[in-house]
């Protein structure tokens, strides 16, 4: 743990007829980036609901599938904190066709995650996690051959690496040791300071972001707005593109995994804004 993780952590203060509940997209349990069990999308489905409401409750904005409240994979209620990030869920699920793809509904995931909190890690946990990322950022590992990657990533993430340290007054750099770049701790602390000031809800979001980019500097650079969706995949890619543009893909795989790597860090940075959006929407019911 750093300094910063320590202080965080000293800082921390340790019969109606009810709707019959309905299955989340969060399915299954699978291994999480903090080692403990995360959720997992489960398989597909037949839709079994017409149409898709949100309501205003004593803890927040809840989702109706037809006259059914939905719950998360524990079974708690599925509530959300504003009604921007309810009527997003709410549009996920209305935009499902005659099969539910909970694949696709990364809000309606994001969400079981934060409500039902698999993995029990508190904020300090979740901070320390996303910081951890810095010793392996993609975007800091370099190549020495080929020459060619070597002039590539350096032209593409030398940029970003400039603007992280700019922005948040630190010290990054890059290696092309096995061992990784030897980030300060001033550094770290200072990155956990700024993730401090994010909400437990949008901390997940983070987390999310930078596990599908494989890097703390590209994920901020997106939530940030520095960088577009596709310039942040892109970037994480880049070695992988290197090689498809000299020896070329399989016909249709790399477009499917690039499209699935966008959308999910969309979505993730989408979940990131709306958790901390503190304005309400006027409608509070989804219009057909």
């Not at 309810?86 to 309606?108: G, N, P, R």
């Not at 690496?161 to 602390?189: C, F, H, L, M, Q």
Request: contains cysteine.
């Amino acid at each position: 743990m750093w300094r910063g993780c320590r202080r965080l952590l000293q800082g921390r203060c340790p019969p109606a007829r009810r709707p019959s509940p309905l299955p989340a997209a969060g399915g299954a349990a699978a291994a999480g980036p903090g080692g403990g069990r995360a959720y997992a999308p489960p398989a597909e489905r037949k839709r079994f609901y017409q149409n898709v409401s949100i309501s205003q409750g004593e803890g927040g904005f809840e989702i109706n599938l037809d006259h059914r409240k939905l719950k998360t994979p524990q079974a708690k209620l599925f509530t959300v904190p504003n009604e921007a990030l309810a009527i997003a869920v709410a549009t996920e699920w209305d935009s499902q066709k005659d099969t539910i793809k909970f694949y696709t509904m990364h809000l309606t995931t994001l969400c079981n995650t934060a409500l039902d909190n698999p993995t029990q890690r508190n904020k300090v946990q979740l901070i320390c996690a996303a910081v951890k990322f810095l010793e392996t950022d993609t975007v800091c590992y370099r190549v020495e051959e080929p020459a060619a990657l070597a002039e590539l990533q350096k032209n593409e993430w030398d940029p970003i690496v400039a603007w992280a340290e700019k922005r948040y007054n630190v010290a990054i750099g890059s290696s092309t040791s096995i061992t990784g770049p030897n980030i300060p701790a001033s550094t770290k602390d200072t990155f956990i300071s700024h993730l401090a000031s994010y909400n437990m809800w949008a901390l997940q979001g983070i987390e999310y972001v930078i596990t599908q980019l494989k890097s703390l500097i590209l994920s901020m650079g997106l939530i940030d707005r520095h960088i577009t969706v596709e310039k942040a995949v892109l970037l994480s890619r880049l070695e992988e593109e290197y090689q498809i543009q000299r020896w070329g893909s399989v016909e249709w795989a790399h477009d499917y995994d690039l499209c699935e790597l966008r959308a999910r860090a969309a979505a993730g940075t989408l979940f990131v804004h709306l958790c901390s959006e503190s304005s309400t929407v006027k409608h509070k019911l989804l219009q057909d």
